[in-house]
C-alpha cells in the first residue's frame, strides 16, 4: 500500500520564530565551532580577540539598528523574555507601580505578576490600536515607567512608540520597549525617541539563531537596575562584586557565542537585503487574499493599514485549529493557533478565549506559497 507524499513545507510561523534563518547564519554557527571556540574575556590568545572582535561588532550592529547610546550599552542574554525579566525584576519592587498596554505579551506580564509589582493596563481598542488618552488617570504617585511592545504578535498592530515616549517624559516616567515583534519592521531610535531601555529578539525577525536576545540600556537605566544573576565575567575578577560598567554588569557567565556568531551574519545581511519590505509585501497579498474568503474574519488593522507581517483570523464558520490542521493536512502550511502567550492582547481583541490562526509570513516566503495558502484557506472554508 502506498503511503501518500506529503505536502511540501510551507512556513507561515515566522512571529514565533524566523525560518529559515537568513543566508550565512549556519556557517557563521558552525565556523565558531568548527574553528574558533574560544569563550569571551578569558584568554590572551589569538582565537579568543578574534571571537570578541566578532561579538563587538554584532554590538555595534545593533547600536546601530536601535540608535543606542553606545555599542557597550548593548547586553545580550539568551532571550527577550529573559531581558524583560531583568529589567522588570532589576528595576521595581511591590512598593512600585507600572503602565503596560493592553496588548502585552505575558514575557511582560507575568514577571509582573511573579514579582508582585502592581500595574495597570492602557486600554486597546478592537484592532489594537491604544488609547493613550487613558494614561493620565492610570497614572498615580507610584508609577515609575511605562512598559509597551512596539508591534502586536497577536494582530501585527504597530504601536506609536513616539505617543508613549511623549507621555513618560511629561510625568518623569521610564519607557521600556519590548520589540521583539516590531524588529525591523518598526523604526527605533532610543536616543531621538527619548526610550530608557530595549528588549530584543534574535530570532524572529532578525532572522538569527534561537537563544539571542538582550537588552539596550541608556546610561541613566542602566545606574539604577539590578543584575539578576551574578558571576563570572573574565573582568575585576579579584572583587566578589559584580562590575559596575557595561555590558559586563549584566553579562555573567559564558555568552551564547555561536549564535552569537550567527545573529551578526544575520544581520550583515540585512544590512544588505530589504527583508523588512519583502515580508510586508507578503502579510498585503495574504491580507488581500483572505478578505475574499467567506467564513474568515481578519483580526487587527484594517486592509492597507501598515501592520507587521502577523495576520490572525477567526472564523464563525469552524473551528480554527480544525482549520490549521487541514492547512498543513492539504499543503504543507505551518500557522500558529491559540492565544499565542498573549492573553491580554486576545481581550483586548475580543478573541479571548479561543485565540486566532495566526500566518506570519517572512522575507524568504515566495509568491507561489502565498497564492497556494490564500486558494487552500478558500477551498477548506468552502468545505467546512
Known amino acids: 500500500m502506498n503511503t501518500p507524499a506529503?505536502?511540501?513545507?510551507?512556513?507561515?510561523?515566522?512571529?514565533?520564530?524566523?525560518?529559515?534563518?537568513?543566508?550565512?547564519?549556519?556557517?557563521?554557527?558552525?565556523?565558531?565551532?568548527?574553528?574558533?571556540?574560544?569563550?569571551?574575556?578569558?584568554?590572551?590568545s589569538n582565537s579568543t580577540f578574534t571571537a570578541e572582535e566578532r561579538v563587538n561588532t554584532l554590538r555595534r550592529r545593533l547600536d546601530t539598528l536601535f540608535g543606542a547610546p553606545s555599542e557597550r550599552n548593548v547586553c545580550?542574554?539568551?532571550s527577550v523574555t529573559y531581558a524583560l525579566n531583568q529589567l522588570i525584576a532589576g528595576l521595581f519592587t511591590p512598593a512600585d507601580h507600572v503602565l503596560v498596554s493592553g496588548m502585552e505579551h505575558n514575557a511582560v506580564i507575568r514577571p509582573l505578576v511573579l514579582q508582585?509589582?502592581?500595574?495597570?493596563?492602557?486600554?486597546?481598542?478592537?484592532?489594537?490600536?491604544?488609547?493613550?488618552?487613558?494614561?493620565?488617570h492610570?497614572?498615580?504617585?507610584?508609577?515609575?515607567?511605562?512598559?509597551?511592545?512596539?508591534?502586536?504578535?497577536?494582530?501585527?498592530?504597530?504601536h506609536d512608540i513616539d505617543r508613549a515616549a511623549e507621555f513618560a517624559r511629561k510625568k518623569g516616567l521610564l519607557l521600556i520597549v519590548d520589540?521583539?515583534?516590531?524588529?525591523?519592521?518598526?523604526?527605533?531610535?532610543?536616543?531621538?525617541?527619548?526610550?530608557?531601555?530595549?528588549?530584543?529578539?534574535?530570532?524572529?525577525?532578525?532572522?538569527?539563531?534561537?537563544?539571542?536576545g538582550g537588552m539596550i540600556l541608556s546610561d541613566t537605566l542602566a545606574e539604577r537596575l539590578r543584575p539578576l544573576i551574578a558571576g563570572g565575567t573574565g573582568s575585576l575578577s579579584?572583587?566578589?562584586?559584580?562590575?559596575?560598567?557595561?555590558?559586563?554588569?549584566?553579562?555573567?557567565?559564558?555568552?551564547?557565542?555561536?549564535?552569537?556568531?550567527?545573529?551578526?551574519?544575520?544581520?550583515?545581511?540585512?544590512?544588505?537585503?530589504?527583508?523588512?519590505?519583502?515580508?510586508?509585501?507578503?502579510t498585503d497579498v495574504l491580507c488581500e487574499g483572505f478578505a475574499s474568503i467567506p467564513g474568515i474574519k481578519i483580526i487587527g488593522p484594517a486592509i492597507g493599514t501598515r501592520r507587521t507581517p502577523v495576520v490572525s483570523v477567526t472564523s464563525d464558520r469552524a473551528d480554527i485549529s480544525r482549520i490549521a490542521m487541514l492547512l498543513e493536512d492539504r499543503a504543507g502550511i505551518e500557522t500558529r493557533v491559540g492565544l499565542h502567550c498573549a492573553p491580554l492582547a486576545h481581550r483586548s481583541l475580543?478573541?479571548?478565549?479561543?485565540?486566532?490562526?495566526?500566518?506570519?509570513?517572512?522575507?524568504?516566503t515566495t509568491d507561489a506559497e502565498l497564492e497556494l495558502t490564500i486558494s487552500t484557506l478558500g477551498e477548506i472554508m468552502l468545505s467546512l
Open 6 to 44: 506529503r505536502p511540501k513545507r510551507i512556513y507561515l510561523d515566522n512571529a514565533s520564530t524566523s525560518f529559515p534563518k537568513a543566508p550565512g547564519v549556519s556557517a557563521a554557527v558552525c565556523s565558531y565551532i568548527d574553528n574558533l571556540g574560544s569563550n569571551l574575556n578569558r584568554g590572551e
Open 238 to 282: 579579584d572583587s566578589y562584586l559584580m562590575p559596575t560598567f557595561l555590558p559586563d554588569r549584566f553579562e555573567p557567565g559564558t555568552q551564547n557565542i555561536p549564535g552569537l556568531f550567527g545573529l551578526e551574519a544575520a544581520l550583515e545581511y540585512m544590512e544588505n537585503h530589504d527583508t523588512a519590505r519583502a515580508a510586508i509585501r507578503a
Open 179 to 212: 520589540t521583539a515583534q516590531g524588529t525591523p519592521y518598526v523604526k527605533i531610535d532610543m536616543n531621538g525617541m527619548g526610550i530608557d531601555a530595549v528588549a530584543f529578539a534574535g530570532h524572529k525577525g532578525l532572522l538569527g539563531p534561537q537563544g539571542t
Open 76 to 78: 545580550f542574554t539568551q
Open 138 to 158: 492610570l497614572t498615580v504617585p507610584a508609577t515609575r515607567a511605562l512598559i509597551i511592545q512596539s508591534a502586536s504578535n497577536v494582530s501585527g498592530t504597530i
Open 350 to 364: 475580543g478573541t479571548f478565549p479561543t485565540g486566532t490562526l495566526r500566518f506570519s509570513p517572512g522575507p524568504f
Open 116 to 136: 508582585g509589582i502592581p500595574y495597570s493596563v492602557i486600554p486597546a481598542d478592537e484592532n489594537g490600536n491604544l488609547d493613550f488618552s487613558a494614561c493620565q
